[in-house]
């Protein structure tokens, strides 16, 4: 919310990555990584992707997320600016949740790394995405990627719900 944002359309395709560039640079530098810094030309390619990837999901691509901020539909700019942020906070949670598995999970230990995982299997299994095989908790010891990803997207469900009362 402390990203200034004038309008809420842009005039053109250079105005739109402009937009999400410095968009892309105020969220990483102030929530992503404090104080870092990142290119212009960086943050552009990296807001594209986020944007190629989460439009994807709809059906749409990059032009979707541009035709939005030009013509104001689907929350104008600021709803492709939220895409971003959102896309960044799930990737800065699956960073976090891989990390915290990495640093407390040992590799070598694969009864331990069952059992945890059967252990999140029953706090949180209902919650879970359904191509999470909760029924399979030795699929997930190995390689426990898929798992992190299914999570966040638990989370990032929840959160929604929540947001939205």
Request: charged share 25%; glycine share 6%.
């Amino acid at each position: 919310m402390g990203f200034i944002c004038r309008s809420n359309t842009v005039r053109d395709f250079d105005d739109f990555s402009d937009m999400i560039g410095q968009y892309y640079v105020h969220h990483y530098t102030t929530c992503v990584a404090r104080g870092a810094q990142i290119n212009r030309i960086e943050a552009i390619g990296r807001a594209k992707e986020i944007l190629e990837q989460v439009y994807r999901r709809h059906q749409g691509n990059l032009m979707t997320a541009f035709r939005d901020a030009s013509e104001g539909t689907n929350s104008g700019l600021r709803g492709v600016l939220d895409r971003i942020a959102d896309a960044l906070k799930t990737e800065s949670v699956e960073r976090y949740i891989r990390e915290a598995f990495d640093a407390h999970v040992k590799p070598t230990e694969w009864n331990e790394k069952v059992n945890i995982i059967r252990q999140l299997f029953q706090a949180c299994g209902p919650n879970l995405p359904p191509y999470i095989r909760t029924d399979q908790p030795e699929k997930y010891a190995s390689d426990y990627q898929e798992l992190v990803r299914g999570y966040t997207e638990a989370l990032r469900r929840t959160t929604s719900l929540f947001s939205r009362q």
